[in-house]
């Protein structure tokens, strides 16, 4: 089996002085040179292009942009004791409903409405877990009041919706 050899090119730039020096202090995770940060950086920018064209890629992209959260949640989990489902399942429904729009670039009425039905279906998951959520006295987050406080408004709705599709 043959495998790929990757190669180290040079490459030369001349930059401005902020983005120097905005480089020279940037903390980039295994990066501790400029010419390592570029690597990941470049890396970073290769992903995000590839992800504009493959929704698995722009999942992938999605959740590295989120990485810094679901690390500092991790810490308070282990410091504290504490974990939040309900963030969680926000970070999980925002990371895929970033992936399925930056992958996206419908170019007729049908690919649109496809593009529409994936959206829609992610975001009435998002409200169910969320509804799930609110059937408990204190839903599991760090503010166990959180999604009651924001969801009346949703409930009195989704009640009009009950009552006018029985009318119907």
Known sequence: MATQTITMEPLSARIPSD???WLAQLQVDGATTNSDKLRVLLGQLKRQHD????????????RELTHRLREA???IEGSEGRHSEVLNLLVEQVTTLMALVIS????TADEAAKLEDALVRRAALL???????????G??????????RHLGPTVELASTLTTVNQGA
Not at 51 to 62: I, L, S
Not at 127 to 137: F, I, P, V
């Open 51 to 62: 992800g504009a064209f493959d929704y698995v890629a722009a999942h992938g992209w999605a």
């Open 139 to 148: 839903a599991h987050a760090f503010d166990p009041e959180v999604v009651k």
């Open 19 to 21: 983005l120097y020096l």
């Open 127 to 137: 409200g169910e877990s969320l509804l799930r959520q609110a059937t408990t006295g």
């Open 73 to 75: 949640l991790v810490r």
């Open 104 to 107: 996206s670039a419908p170019t």
